[in-house]
């Protein structure tokens, strides 16, 4: 029956398409609703009510007759600027003008004076229905906020409970970069025109575009309708610009370098830096209030450098050992160019048409993150392209009968290549983790198809607003994903007695232990000794050097085909949805959603029904309650996938001595092949495994929320309680650890582990989870001079995973999960976010009007940080374990405080032509906000290891003290800018 089930919704899906009157169309994901009654001035209803919808920019306009109750609705409406226009026998005519903004319903009551009196136009504000919590970032304020590289993605730091993710910089395995309740970033959903643009692989963005093509950004953080779906964390939601009746296009460019820059507190001096941003657009009518067209272009150019601070102890270390890297300032660039072309042909009254293509290209010669202590022969260079094509239409009939369907076909092809050949060193050295050599992810490739397919009916019958539908989702996808294929050593201190030295024998630094000029007579003495007698402690094994080889406890490398393996995957998703106007200040809104996934290679479960349910309630006019519970649903990833499935990956974790066999050959790693040398073959326990586990059920969490909202004037006031909890969540951790360790690392490995049959084995299994807490307090101006918002979110995230690479595993005891609850590394126990345009346009004096003053404030408390030692107490066969028996995440960092500006002003304010010149200011007060520090605290008193230098506490917690520093956030960086509109 499992085997079953897709083609049975494909069929479902297919049948409402074509039992549709026309073909595509969008959903409210893209649209807003105009809705209300008309009354007379004594509020009596008056029916049979003519009303024009006529869009400002377009001339497109619909027709309805209000009800015999008064009632009306104009549903699926693009985000913009309408006019009623209302005509009845006996009553004057009204007209009446609404902004409205995606996802909301704007509640209009047409109020008919009888015939005689004044026509008045009225200007009305739109309002959400739906109990989500929700944040528009509208048309006006899209190209006037300060946004750093105009990354429309940077608009969501605006919104409530959404914070930059707080995982170390991902590079070929990047996250969206943002946080919502402190769910994992990879597990958000963001769609461009209600079409899915997420990476597949590792839960990134798909492909961007220029901020100039944007109509209006929303970010829903919690709550959505079950429309939405595959996403645990929020939904950011994109709607894309039109053409209208009147051709306009502009010319713009944005540029700094390091002359308008600061330095950056943590480094020596200011590095060379230089970008350059430009770009154009165009639109307007192809046939008046018929076809419309919209085109946009842009470059993005950055000379850069990042300042790598290895001492210079370290790096003589590393050359007298063979391996070569820079430090100070390592010069590297970044150059994009991205295209957008829309067009919109309004076939009928009824029925739209839409169809997008957009292009997105990249160089980035420093893809995998360096600087500070790990060195520029770690990164790649990135070269990727990415082509959509979405279409979209939509029919309303006049019996409010609405029909929606789109289509999506992407394809991205991304190729990494490496920087070094490896192996990757990384040594914990007195300045703290040094890391050089060969990133474990690259050589990377990836080429990618996506094809969706959606359609929906929605219907309006008495006090029901009813809708249904689902959509195909299918990935195609060919990768190669290696895993430390160039080899990985770590060096810190080791016991020589461990090693099988005399007792007494001196242990040596991680530095000492790498470079073997720098060990004293007595290491090498006794060095010289464990190496002459391997032979005999290991039959086969040859008498080597030790005094003048490197010596690791750990080696590992990596094997894999060099054809990429192919893996399909698709998903199937069914909703229905119901708006039940119980009262007139009481809404309901109902809701239930199916998901399923189907991938090759992974074990199967029956997909998850999602019900939710919500409570809108207006006791007073002017405040609004909302309630809220649902089930929300994640998407899977294909990085576990490709991780699991190749039958070709071979991967060996090497004890001592086995470690020091690759730093006996020219290469320091094993040749491809996976030979020993002298013959030596090896055992069963060497090898390291992925696996899924049994049973992969769906990861989901349960959302629920309260919030009050109250409008005084033009500004909404409102309080909001979050709780999420995350269930099931997929991660990843060592299931064959060492449980029976001897004096003998060696026999551990073979004979300690819980099976000691095989070597290490990394499971990814849905048994993870997460809690969350929050409280907001929020305000929003929406008209005036002055628009801007502001929230405070005071809140508390609790889970026991951190993410699925295996680099980011830090359990100290694997097989006990619950010892590993703790502050989630995305928790923020206080944010505030602030964010205004104000107008400055108060004189008639020429030198005092048409400025305009935005900015961006974010102040977050200090996030969580795990306290590592660097060697293996526990000698479970990992280096995980915290200090002194100390809890997960019992660091805190410190706290983040930025501020962007932006000053424009309008030298030439034409109708036609407008001039405008912009200075932004990013990071304008210059501080320090630490992006990378020193986790790593060794024990003092090796082979005790009792003993650590930890660094103070604050309010029961570790800070992070400034000689750990190892990079920032750029310092502040001054930006001008032109615009010319036409």
Not at 485 to 499: D, I, R, Y
Request: hydrophobic share 40%; charged share 20%; glycine share 8%.
């Amino acid at each position: 029956m499992a085997v079953r089930v897709p083609w049975i919704i494909s069929l479902l899906v297919l049948a409402l398409w074509l039992l549709s009157p026309v073909g595509y169309a969008q959903s409210g994901s893209t649209t807003g609703t105009i809705t209300g009654r008309v009354c007379d001035a004594s509020g009596a209803v008056i029916g049979g009510t003519e009303i024009v919808c006529l869009q400002m920019g377009t001339g497109m306009q619909r027709t309805v007759q209000s009800r015999e109750d008064g009632t009306y609705e104009f549903l699926n409406l693009p985000p913009g600027d309408y006019e009623l226009r209302a005509r009845a026998a006996g009553f004057e005519d009204k007209r009446q003008t609404v902004r409205l903004s995606l996802g909301t319903t704007a509640l209009v009551v047409i109020t008919l004076a009888t015939a005689g009196t004044t026509d008045v136009i009225e200007v009305v504000a739109d309002a959400r229905s739906a109990a989500e919590s929700a944040t528009n970032i509208r048309q006006n304020e899209i190209p006037t906020l300060p946004i750093n590289r105009r990354d429309f993605l940077q608009f969501a730091i605006t919104a409530a409970r959404t914070v930059p993710d707080n995982l170390p910089d991902q590079g070929a395995t990047a996250t969206s970069g943002i946080s919502f309740n402190a769910q994992s970033p990879r597990l958000n959903n963001l769609t461009i025109d209600g079409l899915d643009n997420n990476d597949a692989t590792s839960g990134s963005i798909r492909s961007t575009f220029s901020q100039e093509a944007v109509r209006e950004f929303q970010v829903v953080s919690d709550g959505y309708s079950a429309e939405f779906g595959r996403a645990l964390g929020g939904i950011i939601n994109i709607i894309t610009k039109s053409g209208d009746n009147e051709f306009r296009g502009s010319l713009f460019g944005f540029f700094r370098n390091a002359a308008l820059s600061a330095r950056e507190s943590l480094t020596p001096g200011k590095p060379p830096f230089e970008q350059y941003q430009y770009g154009l657009t165009a639109g307007g009518p192809l046939w008046r209030n018929r076809a419309f067209f919209f085109v946009t272009g842009e470059r993005l150019n950055i000379k850069q450098n990042t300042v790598v601070t290895i001492s210079d102890t370290v790096r003589a270390a590393a050359l007298r050992n063979g391996f070569r890297f820079e430090t100070g300032s390592i010069p590297f660039s970044t150059g994009g160019s991205t295209a957008l072309v829309r067009g919109d042909w309004q076939i009928t009254p009824e029925d739209n048409l839409t169809v997008r293509y957009n292009y997105g290209g990249q160089v980035n010669t420093a893809f995998e993150p360096f600087g500070g202590l790990t060195a520029s022969t770690f990164t790649g260079e990135q070269r990727l392209t990415d082509h959509n094509l979405a279409v979209n239409n939509t029919f309303v009939s006049q019996q409010s009968f609405v029909v929606e369907s789109r289509f999506l076909y992407s394809t991205r092809l991304q190729d990494i290549g490496a920087a070094d050949p490896g192996p990757r060193i990384a040594i914990n050295a007195p300045e703290g983790q040094v890391i050089f050599g060969k990133s474990l992810v690259l050589p990377q490739f990836r080429d990618t198809q996506t094809y969706q397919f959606f359609t929906s009916v929605g219907l309006v019958r008495g006090r029901h607003q009813m809708k249904f539908g689902g959509d195909v989702l299918r990935v195609d996808s060919r990768q190669r994903q290696p895993a430390s294929e160039g080899g990985q050593a770590n060096f810190s201190t080791v016991s020589l007695a461990a090693l099988g030295g005399p007792p007494g024998s001196p242990s040596m630094s991680a530095l000492q232990a790498f470079d073997p000029t720098l060990r004293t007579p007595q290491q090498r003495a006794v060095l010289a000794l464990i190496g002459a007698g391997l032979p005999n402690r290991f039959p086969g094994f040859p008498a080597l050097p030790l005094d003048v080889l490197p010596i690791t406890n750990d080696y590992r490398q990596g094997f894999l085909d060099p054809q990429p393996t192919r893996i399909p995957q698709t998903a199937w998703s069914l909703f229905a949805l119901d708006d039940v106007s119980l009262h007139p200040a009481v809404k309901l809104n109902l809701g239930v959603r199916y998901d399923l996934i189907r991938a090759r290679s992974t074990p199967e479960n029956n997909g998850l029904v999602s019900p939710r349910l919500a409570l809108v309630w207006q006791p007073f006019q002017k405040l609004t309650v909302r309630s809220g519970y649902g089930l929300f649903t994640a998407s899977n990833l294909t990085f576990p996938i490709f991780t699991v499935v190749p039958v070709t990956r071979r991967t060996l974790v090497l004890p001592f001595p086995f470690s020091i066999l690759p730093f006996t050959q020219p290469n320091r790693q094993l040749p491809p092949s996976g030979d020993f040398p002298f013959g030596i073959q090896p055992v069963p326990q060497f090898g390291l495994e992925f696996q899924f586990a049994r049973r992969l059920p769906a990861s989901y969490t349960q959302q629920a929320s309260l919030s009050l909202e109250s409008q005084v004037g033009q500004t909404l006031f409102s309080v909001v309680y979050n709780y999420v909890r995350g269930n099931r969540i997929l991660s990843l951790r060592t299931i064959n650890p060492v449980v029976r360790p001897g004096v003998d690392p060696l026999d551990s490995v073979i004979n300690g582990r819980l099976d000691p049959r095989r070597g290490t084995v990394n499971e990814y299994a849905a048994a993870y989870d997460s809690y969350y807490h929050g409280v907001t307090f929020g305000v929003e101006r929406r008209a005036g001079r002055f628009t801007g918002r502001a929230s405070y979110t005071l809140s508390k995230a609790i889970d026991n995973y951190v993410d699925f690479r295996t680099s980011l595993q830090e359990f100290a005891e694997p097989l006990d999960v619950r010892a590993e609850r703790a502050l989630s590394i995305q928790d923020a126990r206080h944010r505030l976010v602030m964010s205004g345009v104000w107008k400055l346009d108060y004189s008639k004096h020429l030198l005092l009007r048409d400025y305009t003053l935005s900015y961006i404030f974010t102040a977050v408390s200090g996030r969580p940080w795990n306290l590592l030692a660097g060697v293996d107490l526990n000698r479970n066969g990992d280096a995980n374990d915290r200090p002194a028996g100390l809890g997960r995440n019992v660091g805190v960092t410190p706290a983040f405080y930025n501020l962007d500006v932006r000053l424009a002003r309008r030298f030439i304010n034409r109708d036609r032509f407008k001039l405008e010149g912009i200075v932004e200011a990013f990071n304008l007060f210059n501080r320090t906000n630490v992006r990378e520090f020193g986790r790593t605290f060794p024990p003092v008193n090796p082979p005790l290891n009792t003993e650590f230098n930890l660094p103070p506490r604050r309010g029961g917690r570790f800070i992070v003290t400034p000689d750990r520093y190892r990079r920032a956030f750029p310092p502040r960086q001054i930006q001008v800018g032109f615009r010319m509109t036409f």
